[in-house]
């Protein structure tokens, strides 16, 4: 074998071993699907561009799509041309880049019509296209925070309408639940109530990045009756022995003048 061919078959072998032949060009957005955006921030999208050595990006265009809709609008929103993929956003909220080894576009004062499937598209020398997508949702905040009662289980369940990311905790009468009141599901949604009596104010707190809101659930009252009762009982007591005191030292003082008037009643005699 011809040893000057070596390095040919290297390269024919490296070639053979690319699974994707000539049609390597691919695109990942490196995002967590779905990215959560807080309005008025800034939306990054991050996305990694891999190509074999024979290829050769000539065109990158960031679009977006609005998420439901039966024929979803595109807008365009950068694209890079030419050699050295020269890039230009098409609003000036919006900047971009593509710098190896991908292309950054980022949105800035982002608001809810920012919202959508973004989607980055590469084209080649060819004329060949290869697409990846990502959907982009506003941030919202905790809204409408209930809680209800399931009986049969004794346990509150906390419910959130549309809040982004929401976090559970529970309250009892202000202030964190203790073993003695009952425990909190993983998820923080449901409080299993092993208290007893089942009584007092439970409060459900849901938070995210934007703020918190609450909910109470009012049970029967906790034996504010009973503390009341005993209250009046001690007082009535300590009155009855007040007065029975009162009345024994009147009784005491009255008896003490009529015997004395009684010695005076024999002086009198005596002297007569
Ligand atoms: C009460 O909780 C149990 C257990 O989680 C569940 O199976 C049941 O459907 C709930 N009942 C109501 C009325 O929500």
Redesign the pocket.
Known sequence: MDLHCFPCWGVALLLLSMPCGHQCLSVHILNMEPVYVIPGSSLVLKARIEQGPLEEVSMITWERESETGVDPERVTLATCVGTGLKCTGARPNVRVNAEQPGTTLQINEYSTADSGVYAVTLTDHTGAETTAHCIVRIYEAVHHVSV?I????S?L?CGEAWGTDPHFSWLYERVAITKTVGSVSKDGT?LLVTMTPFCGHFTCVVSNKLGYSSATYTAAPCEKEGRGTTAAVVCLVLLLLLFGGVLAFLLWRRHRHSSRGERLHEHLDDTI
């Open positions: 209800s399931n009986v049969s289980h346990s369940v449901t």
